[in-house]
């Protein structure tokens, strides 16, 4: 199965939104409700931001948001906070009832 | 409060194989969907392995064949056996809960490092 694509870095000020997006097939995205956004700061464990394309877990920030639309999801951040800077990475499941996750995109705050 | 906690990772030759083991701590292993994902130096997430108590497994084309998963209840333990390694095994494991779908990865471990070197 082949990872998702994503934008290998997207970057912004304090207080901008930014948005990363995730483009798979029919097969992963465009087939199921089933993405999710993970965070992961370096040296650090992913943390689960997204599930089910736009829910957010309890104690994620409602300036997180994510939406999909055909064969491509994206993950919007506003009010960018200097905490923000990480990687992120998305995934999904696929008709094979396996996972599939993005390649990752790093994210700068300037 | 739930914790995974991942150990075994080593310096094994190529060809060597390794188990992994990650103890479960506020949760059971056995009513939640337990993961394997491993990220390669420098490299991306890559999703590898589920088990969950009906007994369903799915392996990554990847580690198909050569990496097998498994639990122990009454040890709330999950495993991970590793044979036949190669150099492009060589990651930080992590193994990862799901309460309602292995999609959802609500839990992660701080990740044990496999280093597959001659």
């Given at each position: 199965?082949?990872?998702?694509?994503?934008?290998?870095?997207?970057?912004?000020s304090p207080?901008?939104?930014?948005?990363?997006?995730?483009?798979?097939?029919?097969?992963?995205?465009?087939?199921?409700?089933?993405?999710?956004?993970?965070?992961?700061?370096?040296?650090?464990?992913?943390?689960?931001?997204?599930?089910?394309?736009?829910?957010?877990?309890?104690?994620?920030?409602?300036?997180?948001?994510?939406?999909?639309?055909?064969?491509?999801?994206?993950?919007?951040?506003?009010?960018?906070?200097?905490?923000?800077?990480?990687?992120?990475?998305?995934?999904?499941?696929?008709?094979?009832?396996?996972?599939?996750?993005?390649?990752?995109?790093?994210?700068?705050?300037? | 409060?739930?914790?995974?906690?991942?150990?075994?990772?080593?310096?094994?030759?190529?060809?060597?194989?390794?188990?992994?083991?990650?103890?479960?701590?506020?949760f059971?292993?056995?009513?939640?969907?337990?993961?394997?994902?491993?990220?390669?130096?420098?490299?991306?997430?890559?999703?590898?392995?589920?088990?969950?108590?009906?007994?369903?497994?799915?392996?990554?084309?990847?580690?198909?064949?050569?990496?097998?998963?498994?639990?122990?209840?009454?040890?709330?333990t999950?495993?991970?056996?590793?044979?036949?390694?190669?150099?492009?095994?060589?990651?930080?494991?992590?193994?990862?809960?799901?309460?309602?779908?292995?999609?959802r990865?609500?839990?992660?471990?701080?990740?044990?490092?496999?280093?597959?070197?001659?």
């Amino acid at each position: 199965q082949s990872a998702l694509t994503q934008p290998a870095s997207v970057s912004g000020s304090p207080g901008q939104s930014i948005t990363i997006s995730c483009t798979g097939t029919s097969s992963d995205i465009g087939g199921y409700n089933y993405v999710s956004w993970y965070q992961q700061h370096p040296g650090k464990a992913p943390k689960l931001m997204i599930f089910d394309v736009s829910n957010r877990p309890s104690g994620v920030s409602n300036r997180f948001s994510s939406s999909k639309s055909g064969n491509t999801a994206s993950l919007t951040i506003s009010g960018l906070q200097p905490e923000d800077e990480a990687d992120y990475y998305c995934s999904s499941y696929t008709t094979s009832s396996l996972v599939v996750f993005g390649g990752g995109t790093k994210l700068t705050v300037l | 409060e739930v914790q995974l906690v991942e150990s075994g990772g080593d310096l094994v030759q190529p060809g060597g194989s390794l188990r992994l083991s990650c103890a479960a701590s506020g949760f059971t292993v056995s009513s939640n969907y337990m993961n394997w994902v491993r990220q390669a130096p420098g490299k991306g997430l890559e999703w590898l392995s589920v088990t969950h108590s009906g007994g369903t497994t799915y392996y990554a084309d990847s580690v198909k064949g050569r990496f097998t998963i498994s639990r122990d209840n009454s040890k709330n333990t999950l495993y991970l056996q590793m044979n036949s390694l190669r150099a492009e095994d060589t990651a930080v494991y992590y193994c990862a809960s799901g309460r309602e779908r292995y999609t959802r990865l609500d839990y992660w471990g701080q990740g044990t490092l496999v280093t597959v070197s001659s």
